[in-house]
């Protein structure tokens, strides 16, 4: 298909509900889109700048540095051990990578790509921007022969949805019969708050009593925007099967697709540090327990949402009307029906608002009650 061809992008209808919301006397509270706004870490800040003579192409690959930080980061955070620098390349963010892998695969006409119920747009775009079907189902048992590709998304966004060790070997091994790719867009993974991910890794689809003692076909996408507040950097990368990563690394050399030098140094410097991922989940975890009892005492049922940035939320009405409500607090969240057509009376809101702005989307909602 045509770019041309490509609908519009979603959030322009969500104008109006932000106006709305901007005329509250005491300001909009702005839950809609997961964009971070507190601090990059000093310690990311630092290596940013002590990489700023950047006079040469950076390398496609990624630095020595960066996969050795890659593969240690994964072995120390998500029990995913051995992996090897022909195992891991970054990635300019990871919405590129998800909006590209179809066409990076080679895939096209007749070719299936499967993708989660509830899913953020760019899987969908992606499929069909290389002229594949896109699919969206959650049931490996339902996954049809042809299908080239499989997205899971864990934890969710929206739903905030976790798959178990369990439900992701069961997905693997249902990729294998139909040999498809399946890759899992992970980055929310260090963000786990209810039982048992307060206190387990959320799993990875790389673990080892998912894939067994085989990468082949299995890929995980990380992205540091949520765990570092480096949204602005675009910084990510992609793990797993080595042919793969081989053959990605080769299409990203002939179309310039690599992150900036200091930007790789940046990211290396984020990976090795385990306090300011730490510190920013305690941000979000205090965020979530102010809004989470004040949106269900104004009458929303919290689906999910056991892990992630968003509250995925229903008053059992139209979202759209749920939107108008919460518009008229001065709060702006998104609709479900952005992330799928099976989610007409749901909405999403975030945690990436100042504690000050969820402290009085709460009040606001308790005053509503």
């Known amino acids: 298909m045509s770019v041309k061809d490509l609908a519009d992008y979603p959030w322009d209808a969500v104008a109006p509900y932000a106006e709305r919301a901007r005329a509250h006397a005491d300001g909009i509270c702005d839950l809609s889109i997961g964009s971070p706004v507190d601090p990059t870490p ?55 990578l998800v909006a590209l892998l179809p066409t990076l695969l080679g895939l096209g006409e007749g070719d299936i790509v499967v993708y989660p119920r509830a899913a953020y747009p760019t899987y969908e775009v992606g499929a069909r921007v290389a002229g594949a079907t896109p699919l969206a189902s959650d049931e490996p048992d339902e996954w049809p022969e042809g299908t080239k590709l499989i997205w899971i998304n864990s934890p969710g966004n929206p739903d905030g949805r976790v798959w178990s060790v369990d439900e992701l070997r069961r997905a693997v091994a249902r990729a294998r019969e139909l040999g498809a790719v399946i890759a899992g867009d992970e980055c929310y993974a260090e963000l786990g708050w209810d039982a048992p991910w307060d206190v387990e890794p959320v799993p990875s689809i790389l673990d080892p009593r998912v894939i067994g003692d085989s990468r082949a076909n ?152």
């Open 42 to 96: 000093d310690v990311v800040r630092r290596a940013l700048a002590e990489a700023t003579d950047a006079h040469a192409y950076p390398q496609t690959v990624g630095t020595p540095q960066l996969r050795e930080a890659i593969a240690a980061w994964f072995d120390r955070r998500r029990g995913v051990p051995g992996l090897e620098p022909r195992n891991v390349l970054p990635t300019i963010g990871s919405k590129e």
């Open 218 to 369: 299995v890929l995980s996408v990380y992205s540091l925007s949520k765990q570092s507040n480096l949204a602005g950097y675009r910084a990510a990368f992609v793990a797993g099967c080595a042919r793969i990563v081989g053959d990605l690394l080769t299409a990203r050399k002939h179309l310039g697709l690599m992150p900036p030098g200091p930007v790789q140094h940046a990211m290396a410097a984020a990976l090795g540090d385990d306090a300011h991922v730490a510190e920013q989940k305690e941000r979000y975890r205090a965020r979530r327990d102010i809004l989470r009892p004040a949106l269900e005492a104004a009458g929303f049922t919290i689906d999910r949402s056991e892990a992630g940035l968003y509250l995925w939320a229903t008053e059992g009405r139209d979202a759209w009307e749920s939107m108008g409500r919460l518009a008229d607090l001065g709060i702006l969240a998104g609709p479900g029906v952005f992330y799928g057509p099976f989610f007409p009376q749901h909405v999403r809101l975030s945690l990436t608002a100042s504690d000050e702005r969820i402290a009085a989307a709460a009040a606001r909602l308790r005053a509503a009650r």
